[in-house]
């Protein structure tokens, strides 16, 4: 089975320029979770869904994050304009609803903002 | 308010040693789950253990064990008989049954095992 699917990998952008990480879940979950990690702040739960359905996204740091999750599928999280201490790697989680402790985590995508 | 506080940012000890990992948690609910995961180099976290707060038996997996007192608001981890594969950052966690399905990550050990 596919495992949580993050793209791009890497990414290296300039300052004021939109940003979209994307991630696909696992199939059949109904949990999905951004989260980001730096080093200074560790690993922080930037918003999650349920059944597509953002349900807390106090942990997004500013107007300028959004996040969608527009089917089961698939989900983005838009960055717009980007600053350099946006730089970071984005964590996309998913699970399922009475096993969803145990988050599945894509690979993770490495944030550089110039 | 919850937390996980993982006061070991590094340690680094030679294979076959023991090595344990501290985690403190604070939540004011009476019932919450508690977690380690795994990131090794590769960058993906992986899940290793969940822990409810009404089951205090210890765990062991291998070589892997995790000690969970209430009283002190622990989960530790250890490690027997350490491997250079177990090198990675170890994440401990937390959930509480109040705030739904948000799972709070302590700041990470960043554990080096050397040959």
């Known amino acids: 089975d596919a495992g949580v699917i993050q793209s791009p990998r890497h990414e290296v952008t300039e300052m004021g320029q939109e940003v979209t990480l994307r991630c696909k879940p696992i199939?059949?979950?109904?949990?999905l979770f951004w989260y980001r990690q730096t080093m200074m702040r560790g690993l922080e739960l930037l918003i999650y869904?349920?059944?597509?359905?953002?349900?807390?996204d106090s942990g997004m740091p500013e107007d300028r994050f959004s996040a969608k999750m527009p089917n089961a599928s698939f989900s983005t999280l838009k960055i717009q304009p980007s600053e350099p201490r946006d730089s970071a790697v984005y964590f996309c989680a998913s699970t399922r609803r009475g096993a969803f402790e145990k988050l599945f985590f894509g690979s993770g995508t490495q944030l550089s903002v110039l | 308010a919850q937390k996980v506080t993982q006061a070991q940012t590094e340690i680094s000890v030679v294979e076959k040693e023991d090595v344990t990992l501290d985690c403190v948690y604070e939540t004011r609910d009476t019932t919450y789950y508690l977690f380690w995961y795994k990131q090794p180099p590769s960058g993906e976290l992986v899940f290793l253990i969940r822990?409810?707060?009404?089951?205090?038996q210890n765990e062991i997996s291998g070589r892997y064990s995790w000690n969970f007192q209430k009283s002190t608001s622990s989960f530790n981890f250890t490690i027997t008989a350490s491997q250079v594969v177990d090198s990675a950052v170890y994440f401990c966690?937390?959930?509480?049954?109040?705030?739904?399905?948000?799972?709070?990550f302590g700041s990470g050990t960043r554990l080096s095992i050397r040959p």
């Open positions: 869904f349920n059944n597509n359905v953002p349900i807390d």
């Open positions: 966690a937390l959930r509480g049954y109040s705030s739904a399905s948000k799972i709070i």
């Open positions: 822990r409810n707060s009404f089951d205090e």
């Open positions: 199939s059949g979950h109904d949990y």
